[in-house]
Nanobody, 120 residues
Framework: QVQLTESGGGSVQPGDSLRLSCAFS????????MGWFRQAPGREREFVAA????????FYADSVKGRFTVARDNAEQKAYLQMTGLKPEDTALYFC?????????????WGQGTQVTVSA
């Protein structure tokens, strides 16, 4: 069974940076696409970014392109979301996800989430 544990959230000011980490355990990391989603209060959950198992192909939501970078370390079995130029609208609970499909719209496995708050 896949287990995902996020860390690295916090409260920052607009323009600051944060790096979220996701520790993966339970099975073979290299077989999974690692994704990040977020959900703000009163809003639907939305896709943020993903790093696939296939040569590390990456995918981004338009709202974060150029500001966020998704990465994976297969040796450490971790995924990362480097966030720069943070805006108040990036405030949300961020979830790490995993799925065996290349670029799924739904992910099979989810972490508990880590809170990111951006405010002046």
């Amino acid at each position: 069974q896949v287990q995902l544990t996020e860390s690295g959230g916090g409260s920052v000011q607009p323009g600051d940076s944060l790096r979220l980490s996701c520790a993966f355990s339970g099975t073979t990391f290299i077989s999974y696409t690692m994704g990040w989603f977020r959900q703000a209060p009163g809003r639907e959950r939305e896709f943020v970014a993903a790093a696939s198992w296939n040569r590390g192909m990456t995918f981004y939501a338009d709202s974060v392109k150029g500001r966020f970078t998704v990465a994976r370390d297969n040796a450490e079995q971790k995924a990362y979301l480097q966030m720069t130029g943070l805006k108040p609208e990036d405030t949300a609970l961020y979830f790490c996800t995993a799925d065996k499909r290349l670029n799924p719209t739904e992910y099979d496995f989810w972490g508990q989430g880590t809170q990111v708050t951006v405010s002046a």
